[in-house]
């Protein structure tokens, strides 16, 4: 982050320099005539004239010190703002996901023990939400695939192939397919008897849920960058 900040001022830095040089080579007395001698007089020595040319660097450095600092503490506020809006949104989806769980493991804790595999089911959808939520975001989480969630009882092999399609979907997309399997599980729930109490409370969750994914997917185009954690 730092880094990229650095950059504009850097810039700034190298115009100045050669804007300096070049009004110093450029002065008349500076100047040669068509035979290779100094207008205006004998040759001055060169190492007056680098010391002199230095001089104007410097001078122009003292000048635009303030605007170079403004850009780069600019940059380096707008660019720690970027990440804070990024690290609230993680937070806020993240208290939506757990308040959901939450919410769902109470009612399945009363629910008979032949309804549990849709308590599964439940665990299983939030998770890979979860992670296809954060896999644009986190650097790491690129080495983790559909298969790795095959192998973790996370998914299914079919339904693993569906998201999946010609292999070219993107974790967005992936991302709303799960959320749409959220809610006919919930559905399937309501029908067999379980939540139908907090039916209409754990609808809200679920768009609170949506909303988040869709905030950080938001932000993240709009900033052109991802916010990598190692």
């Known amino acids: ?26 002065r008349p007395e500076n100047v040669l005539d068509q035979d290779g001698d100094h207008d205006g007089g004998a040759a001055p020595d060169t190492e007056d004239t680098f010391w002199r040319h230095l001089k104007v660097v410097a001078d122009l450095h003292k000048l635009l010190v303030t605007p170079a600092t403004f850009v780069l503490v600019y940059s380096l506020n707008e660019a720690v703002k970027k ?100 809610w006919d599980t919930l559905e399937e729930c309501a029908e067999k008897g379980v939540h139908k109490k907090q039916f209409g409370r754990l609808e809200k969750q679920f768009t609170k849920i949506r909303t988040g994914a869709q905030v950080s997917a938001g932000r993240r185009e709009r900033a052109r960058a991802c916010v990598y954690f190692t």
């Open 1 to 26: 982050m730092i880094r990229k900040c650095v950059k504009p001022a850097l810039l700034v830095g190298s115009i100045a320099a050669l804007w300096a040089w070049c009004v110093a080579v450029m």
């Open 83 to 182: 990440y804070h809006e990024k690290l609230t949104a993680m937070c806020d989806f993240q208290h939506a996901i757990n308040s959901t769980a939450f919410m769902l493991g109470a009612g399945f804790s009363q629910a008979p023990i032949r309804l549990r595999p849709l308590a599964f089911k439940m665990y299983r959808y939030l998770n890979v939400f979860h992670f296809l939520t954060y896999l644009p975001l986190v650097l790491k989480l690129n080495e983790v695939g559909l298969d790795d969630l095959v192998r973790c009882n996370l998914l299914t092999q079919d339904e693993a192939n569906t998201l999946n399609g010609n292999g070219r979907v993107h974790p967005d997309v992936m991302r709303r397919r799960i959320l749409t399997w959220l």
